[in-house]
């Protein structure tokens, strides 16, 4: 909240400057003598909003709440980045469950079944999962629900 408070604060101090400095060219003294008008100034500013998606779990699996932006750090190329901007939401997400179902993996069928079931109990009310299974050819086992 801090780090927002000080970007919008940052933000209304530099739309002020530049609504005084327009001004403040404007005005002109009674009897001053008359200059070159130099070119408008225009200020750019390039920014790139990068969302980072996550979803943290402790190491029961479970869903760990309420994280603040003070939980996290972001690097780029080995150097911290400042998070300028920071929302919890429960967006809905698609998943594609793709099953091994060959010879080879016929030993781990319990163990494939019972990750299967635990990824698809942690899906939210409105994620969807499509499931597809593959041996020798690949078949949808659902469509997108």
């Known amino acids: ?23 403040a060219q404007e005005q002109k003294p009674p009897n001053a003598v008359k200059q070159e008008e130099s070119e408008d100034e225009v200020v ?11 979803r ?22 080995d150097v911290e980045q400042d998070i300028s901007h920071f929302e919890t939401t429960d967006k809905p997400f698609t998943v594609a469950l793709v099953l091994d179902m060959s010879d080879s993996t016929k030993i781990e069928l319990r163990e494939i079944q019972n990750a299967a079931i635990a990824l698809l109990n942690q899906l939210q009310p409105a994620d969807r ?16 629900t």
Do not use: C, H, W
């Open 1 to 23: 909240m801090r780090k927002a408070t000080i970007s919008i604060f940052s933000i209304l101090s530099l739309t002020i400057f530049i609504i005084s400095s327009v001004n």
């Open 44 to 54: 750019r500013v390039d920014t790139t909003l990068v969302s980072v998606p996550v």
């Open 129 to 144: 999962a499509i499931i597809v299974a593959f041996d020798k050819q690949v078949i949808r086992l659902t469509e997108a």
């Open 56 to 77: 943290v779990k402790n190491r029961q699996g479970g869903y760990i709440p309420n994280l603040q932006a003070k939980d996290f750090r972001i690097f780029e190329d």
